[in-house]
């Protein structure tokens, strides 16, 4: 095993630090540093090696991960229908996953904690006023004023606080209230009839109903809860003060965890070898995620991997690749074949989203349905290709009726973005632009194994 006893959650301050806020008042964010120390846990140490043993088993085929949420969430939109809706369509894609891929699936939020964001500039002009970009609710706000830029660090605080309310709401709604999302008789599916493949969705929804009664005329009643099904939070390790402060010792358990989440992630910005959100996510015990772009190289990525996991631990690191659908059919063979042929353990999982982003002619950023739907489906035939597996998926998509992408069932065109775009940052699937994935996927599978 490797030694990390020389390894503490501020160790990450003796490197370089990118994409940090930059707080003007020291003394302030030290208290408030300080009182995040002290307060409680999102997250268990239970939950967190529990998660890792799942992720280890998506990463042999034994289960198949669901990653999704906002691309940022926000302090406004910490409500109950927001954070319903968004676990309403996670669960009833993940129903549409177990039933087609016949495998169970690990659902994994984008959510209670996705409050940080990398930005490729940080200041942004408009009309001849420059000021600091915003970086998530949890640094600084949206509105383009000087005192709503500067980065205030009463807002980790916040941070916490609605990360706390969020799970909190998600864990009871698991708990209770969500049985009947089983049945996709409460399933919107009124797109369908727009779909060129209605057909063929209009049966997997049949089978998967036949299914739910099936189970449920075997379990003398109706289908329990989803309390047995488990559901995990990630977000994007950004703000290392915060991550550091949530990191933490627990009895009986070497080592140390990050417990404002399950599952963090190191975006790409982020991912360099000798920088600080790789020393920091190195020391902390949780499964990790790394995003990987299309203009890394196999000589890069290899000692990533090696730092972030020494011991080869199963489950230990998923590698998130977001290569665009112009660039995954040159760009990911190469890694798949260096990480195979060093005998590396990780879960491949593809976000399809961030390699595919562009802007309208009106000045909107979007996605297109069918280069997301593309760059997975061409995920899928090079990973088979290379005789590795593609263990999942990682969406950024929201339970809203949003127009912020284009395509899908009902054709949304540039002109339908203006009429419900509502992210700050980047754009997500709607609900049924969610769910008509999840079935596309089901068929790919279905076909190319
Ligand atoms: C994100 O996941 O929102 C993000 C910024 O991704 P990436 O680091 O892959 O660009
Ligand atoms: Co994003």
Known sequence: ???????????????????????????????????LGSLPPLV????????????????????????????AESFAECDSGTISNRLKVLLQMSVVLIHGLKLPVVRV??????????????????DGVTLPSYRGDIVNAAEFTAAARVPDPQRLLRGHAH?????????????????????????????????PLQQEYRRMVTAISESVRFMETLAGGALGSFSRADFYTSHEALVLHYEAALTRQVPRKPGWFNLSTHFPWIGMRTAQLDGAHVAYCRGISNPIGLKVGPSVTAEQLLPVIDALNPDNEAGRLTLIHRMGVAKVGAALAPLLDAVKREGKS??????????N???????????????????????????????TRLGGVHLELTGENVTECMGGARALTETDLERAYKSNVDPRLNYEQSLELAMLIVRKRGSSR
């Open 1 to 35: 095993m490797s030694d990390f006893s020389e390894w503490t959650p501020e160790l990450w301050q003796s490197r370089v630090a990118t994409q940090q806020p930059n707080y003007p008042d020291a003394e302030a964010l030290r208290r408030v540093v300080a009182a």
């Open 109 to 126: 939020g984008r959510f209670a904690g996705q409050y940080a964001k990398p930005r490729s500039t940080d200041t942004e002009t408009r």
């Open 357 to 387: 982003t562009e802007a309208t002619s009106n000045g909107y950023k979007t996605r297109r349905f069918e280069n997301i739907q593309g760059e997975l489906d061409q995920a899928f035939d090079i990973h088979a290709a290379a005789g």
């Open 346 to 355: 990780v879960l491949w999982v593809c976000d399809p989203m961030h390699g």
């Open 44 to 71: 268990t140490s239970f939950e967190i090696v529990a998660l890792k043993r799942q992720l280890a088993e998506a990463a042999t085929g034994d289960r198949f991960v669901l990653q999704g949420g906002d691309c």
């Open 163 to 195: 990360s706390a309310m969020t799970i909190n709401f998600v864990r009871a709604l698991i708990d209770g209230g969500f049985a009947d999302l089983h049945h996709p008789e409460y399933w919107e599916l009124g797109w369908m009839q727009h779909a």
